[in-house]
């Protein structure tokens, strides 16, 4: 088994990554000298897609992340899909070998969020969260595991908080971020030796998400948030996400583990 030490030359698949969180995962991997691909989208095929709004904008803003991979002397590639797609997931590996003829870390990092009680939830918006946040790592996974077994790579799944805790208004969210977890655990089990699969759980960043969907659902600024929520105090940074991905990608005797990264949020039990 390849002993592997450092990302140089490496291939990077980040979904999601026009988004914050995708921003900060490809820009560390880039650092540790991983060539990106940046697979995203801005409109998806149903009325439920980020923040309840009709459009996600990922692929729109993924010029700003290929700056930032290009920063650091890698090189960007940007790829339109839709991971609850099987057919537009399929292509987008097989771009992505045709262009860099190898697949090495692939990160699950698309997802959705609405804000719903579970007695007015609408059938779709539960499916439009659970296709995007638990089908679409299915999907990716499936059709890069035969290059990335090639490789002897690594997946890294953008789980969450939510996938250690329940939430009002976030059953579907909440779901969908514990099956990825469990997804996470058994694809581990699966890949082993040659892949290694890991989570990441974000706790409070500053994106979209939480400045749009979820302080006003609390009835608190989001620096309120910060204050009551995190005993460290502070946020948490896409950046902090990134450096992760890539403790993860550079270390083959990690897997089927999640990583909380909340300042100690899940601590905070009084």
């Known amino acids: 088994m390849v002993e592997k030490t450092s990302l140089e030359g490496a291939v990077s698949i980040v979904t999601g990554g026009g988004g914050d969180i995708g921003h900060g995962i490809a820009s560390e991997l880039a650092a540790?000298?991983?060539?990106i691909v940046i697979a995203d989208v801005d409109v998806l095929d149903t009325a439920y897609n980020q923040q309840s709004s009709t459009e996600i904008g990922g692929a729109a803003h993924a010029q700003e992340v290929v700056?930032?991979?290009?920063?650091?002397?890698?090189?960007?590639?940007?790829?339109?899909?839709?991971?609850t797609k099987a057919d537009q997931?399929?292509?987008?590996?097989?771009e992505v070998v045709s262009e860099?003829?190898?697949?090495?870390v692939l990160v699950n990092n698309a997802g959705i969020i609405t804000v719903t009680p579970t007695v007015e939830m609408d059938e779709q918006e539960w499916d439009s969260v659970m296709d995007?946040?638990?089908?679409?790592?299915?999907?990716v996974s499936r059709a890069?595991?035969?290059?990335?077994?090639e490789a002897e790579g690594t997946i890294i799944n953008t789980a969450s908080i939510a996938g250690h805790i329940g939430a009002g208004g976030l059953a579907h969210y909440c779901a969908s971020k514990h099956a990825v977890l469990g997804f996470t655990k058994s694809l581990a089990l699966e890949l082993a030796p040659e892949v290694t699969v890991n989570a990441i759980c974000p706790g409070i960043v500053n994106t979209p998400m939480w400045e749009?969907?979820?302080?006003?659902?609390?009835?608190?600024?989001?620096?309120?948030?910060?204050?009551?929520?995190?005993?460290?105090?502070?946020?948490?940074k896409p950046e902090d996400m990134g450096r992760l991905a890539v403790f993860f990608a550079e270390n083959r005797n990690v897997t089927g583990e999640s990583v909380v990264v909340d300042g100690g949020i899940l601590q905070n039990v009084i």
């Open 100 to 104: 860099f003829g190898k697949i090495d």
């Open 212 to 236: 749009d969907v979820l302080t006003p659902e609390l009835g608190e600024s989001f620096d309120e948030t910060i204050a009551r929520a995190i005993p460290m105090g502070r946020d948490q």
């Open 32 to 35: 540790a000298g991983s060539d």
């Open 132 to 139: 995007v946040n638990v089908k679409g790592p299915f999907l």
């Open 67 to 83: 700056e930032a991979v290009e920063a650091h002397d890698r090189r960007a590639h940007v790829i339109e899909c839709d991971v």
């Open 89 to 94: 997931v399929q292509a987008m590996v097989d």
């Open 144 to 149: 890069a595991i035969p290059h990335l077994q």
